[in-house]
């Protein structure tokens, strides 16, 4: 009786510790030739300026948000001996929104006068709509990757060929040539919280919630995801925070924490607005807060990401003394008191997000 008790309490130990044989969740794809899934990716850009001056109301604020959908559908053609995936990408659904809504300055006579505009393009399967012109149909164009077993991109294929069918150039701007950029297809595909994760730290993940807060975590620096956010770098902190037992799999919840760096870092350079004003903006602003939020999920056992988010929100405040921003006799003096000349707020909001969805 006391044997069995033994080995009861045993088999409980291992199954509350993760000690239990079998299988081990890690941070790593297990691509097979035939998987398919579909990736729907959403971004949303917002920067939000009022001006508060002594002894008036504050201004209207002037917004601007530019949204973002795409739907990816990505099937593996061939696995290579270390596991890299070659993958045949194709657009399945592309949007794009943006929103202004600003003072008009050409209109002196209306103090509040406003000027918006709304743009879209819109394109999901036979349905085209743009606001944009010359902007060309994407959905149903094709390009292919070769994807890492850590997420990373290590090349695209098929650019040349897909501009040439767009009758874009590498020199192209606009919205679409954004969307075919090897860069924004990399920010799509890459699970940075996989990426970054080394070789030993995502084989043995399921350790880091066994071994106390200093090992919990692992890190990585990276360049301000924004022009308007100050300082040189970010130092994302990523946290295992759960494993649970999901249709027989182990799904392994990772949050998110940043830290701003404001030293230069090596291969890392600080965005710097292309926007003047922006630019005049960030270099005369104090960064009064900086909050991300972040959540990711990865299934551990079949290795297939199932979802990543951040929230990011950035203040900047401005006192008007440094840049003479009230203007008439105060302007004239050689040196301002602070709060003088009232403050200029810009609030910078990102959110972006990518979930997965299993065809087979």
């Known amino acids: 009786m006391k044997k069995l008790a033994f080995a009861m309490i045993a088999v409980m ?9 079998g299988p081990k969740p890690t941070l790593r794809c297990n691509y097979e030739v035939g998987q398919e899934d579909v990736l729907t990716y959403k971004s949303s850009t917002s920067y939000k300026t009022w001006i508060e001056m002594p002894k008036k109301d504050p201004s209207t604020p ?13 099937k593996v053609t061939e696995v290579a001996e270390d596991g890299t995936a070659t993958m045949l990408v194709s657009y399945q659904k592309a949007d794009l929104g943006l929103e202004i809504d600003v003072r008009d300055a050409s209109n002196a006579n209306k103090k509040d006068a406003r000027k918006k505009s709304s743009k879209t393009y819109a394109n999901e399967g036979d349905k085209f709509k743009t606001d944009f012109p010359g902007e060309p149909k994407l959905v149903g164009k094709t390009f292919t990757v070769k ?7 290590l090349e695209v294929q098929g650019l040349d060929a897909l501009l040439k069918e767009l009758k874009l150039t590498e020199d192209s701007e606009g919205i679409v040539p ?4 090897e860069k924004f297809i990399k920010e799509m595909l890459e699970c940075n919280f996989v990426t970054y994760a080394s070789d030993e730290t995502a084989a043995n993940i399921a350790d880091y919630l066994s071994k106390g807060e200093d090992v919990k975590t692992y890190d990585k620096i990276i360049q301000t995801p924004n022009s308007m956010i100050k300082g040189q770098a970010l130092m994302n902190k990523y946290s295992v ?11 392994i919840n990772i949050g998110t924490a940043v830290e701003v760096l404001y030293q230069p870092q090596d291969g890392i350079e600080e965005q710097v607005p292309d926007n003047f004003m922006q630019k005049v903006i960030k270099d005369n602003s104090e960064m009064n807060e900086l909050t991300v939020i972040g959540d990711c ?4 056992l079949s290795g297939r990401p199932v979802k990543w988010s951040y929230d990011i929100d950035c203040m900047l405040i401005l006192d008007g003394a440094k840049v003479k921003m009230g203007g008439g006799d105060n302007a004239k003096k050689k040196k301002a008191e602070p709060g003088s000349e ?7 909001t990102i959110t972006n997000s990518c979930e997965y969805k299993i065809v087979k």
């Open 62 to 74: 002037d917004t601007r948000t530019t949204t973002r959908e795409l739907v990816l559908n990505r």
């Open 241 to 251: 925070d759960s494993i649970e037992a999901v249709n027989n799999d182990q799904l």
């Open 13 to 21: 130990v291992a199954l509350i510790t993760g000690c239990a044989t």
């Open 342 to 348: 009232g403050y200029m707020y810009t609030k910078t």
């Open 178 to 181: 954004e969307f075919v950029s």
């Open 297 to 300: 999920q990865f299934m551990g």
């Open 147 to 153: 994807i890492s077993p850590s997420t990373k991109v």
